[in-house]
């Protein structure tokens, strides 16, 4: 004989089977197995029975519980299958995707990747400085008088508190001979500012390499040698270089760096690329008041110095006709570097 708890089981199953949606099927669970459900109720039941009948229906009742809770699982999960392939049968798969944007290097970072390797199998270190400097930095340990133009107003972006945007970056010179003691082989590598009338060849914002070597007995032979080294590397053997005097506070004697390469377009033609000298005595003279010592004794450390324009390197190197482009953020131009 069927047992009226095994009736209720095959009616649930019944109405579980045949649910046509998640409601149908939440009002089955209610109806059967919710708090006042029809086989719940034969859990208060159970109290009422015979002794000897109450393991038999208790276990009974256990077996009709799992079986009505597993087809309602089972059920559900059949909903939630249909609903996902129903959504998906929406999507067509054989649609192109959305191609992700590959980035790349940008062609001033390249430059200054290149110039940095090269620099660091000579031995040279990398230093670096705030853009936000004080004039001390900028001019005055750079035996630079407050009368010359590059202070001058017109000439430099000044803040309200009278710092400045370093209008170079020998101002890393400074600090890095104020935080070590010789002998110092830095580089530095750089943006610096000057309210410079734009064009194709200059920009208020430019980027530069500093170099700085201060030991015993450092001659303008070593510096020559190692800027035309550095050169040569960065531009192709074949490259030449030349030497012209010039006038810096902070360097004596000064020199200003010019290439020239039939490898690189316009080949004829000289190219302005750095500036350079030995180290100014009254430069060292500024370190050590500063630092409060004599470790900088000019009479017994030399150096040598240079600024790089690293706007300038890299438009002969990549053949770039206007410096304006690097900061244009035109995808057409920053494409070709990738
Ligand atoms: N600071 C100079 C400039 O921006 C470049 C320069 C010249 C740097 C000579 C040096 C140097 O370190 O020795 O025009």
Redesign the pocket.
């Known amino acids: 004989m069927t047992h009226p708890l095994e009736q209720l089981r095959d009616d649930a199953l019944r109405e579980i089977g045949s649910a046509t949606d998640e409601h149908a099927l939440e009002a089955a669970r209610i109806k059967y197995i919710g708090k006042s459900g029809s086989i719940s109720a034969w859990g208060e039941r159970m109290k009422t029975l015979d002794k000897t009948e109450r393991p038999v229906i208790g276990k009974l009742l256990n077996e009709v519980r799992n079986a009505v809770t597993a087809a309602l699982e089972t059920r559900s999960a059949q909903f939630r299958i249909e609903k996902e392939s129903g959504a998906l049968a929406r999507i067509d798969i054989s649609l192109p995707g959305t191609p992700g944007e590959i980035g790349s290097l940008h062609p001033l970072y390249q430059m200054h990747e290149r110039a940095i390797q090269i620099f660091r199998r000579m031995g040279f270190a990398l230093a670096e400085g705030p853009d936000v400097e004080t004039e001390w930095y900028c001019f005055d340990a750079?035996n630079t008088p407050p009368d010359h133009p590059a202070r001058n107003e017109q000439d430099t972006f000044y803040l309200p508190d009278g710092r400045l945007l370093r209008?170079?970056?020998?101002t890393v010179?400074i600090r890095a001979m104020e935080s070590a003691s010789p002998p110092i082989r830095m580089i530095a590598s750089g943006a610096?500012y000057r309210r410079d009338e734009v064009d194709a060849t200059h920009s208020a914002q430019f980027h530069?390499i500093?170099?700085?070597y201060v030991d015993e007995n450092v001659g303008i032979a070593d510096l020559k040698g190692e800027l035309e080294f550095f050169l040569r590397e960065l531009f192709g053997s074949e490259t030449e270089v030349q030497f012209r005097p010039?006038y810096?506070p902070?360097?004596e004697p000064?020199?200003?760096v010019y290439v020239r390469s039939k490898a690189l377009k316009g080949g004829e033609q000289w190219i302005e690329v750095?500036?350079?000298?030995?180290?100014h005595p009254a430069v060292f003279e500024a370190v050590n008041k500063s630092r409060g010592d004599n470790a900088y004794d000019p009479e017994k450390w030399s150096g040598?110095?240079?600024?790089?324009?690293m706007d300038r390197l890299a438009m002969i190197l990549f053949d770039i006709p206007d410096i304006r482009l690097f900061a244009q953020n035109d995808l057409r131009f920053l494409r070709q570097f990738a």
Request: hydrophobic share 40%; aromatic share 14%; with cysteine.
């Open positions: 750079l209008t170079h970056t020998s010179q610096a530069q500093e170099g700085l010039h810096f902070f360097t000064s020199l200003e750095a500036g350079c000298g030995m180290v040598y110095a240079f600024g790089l324009g």
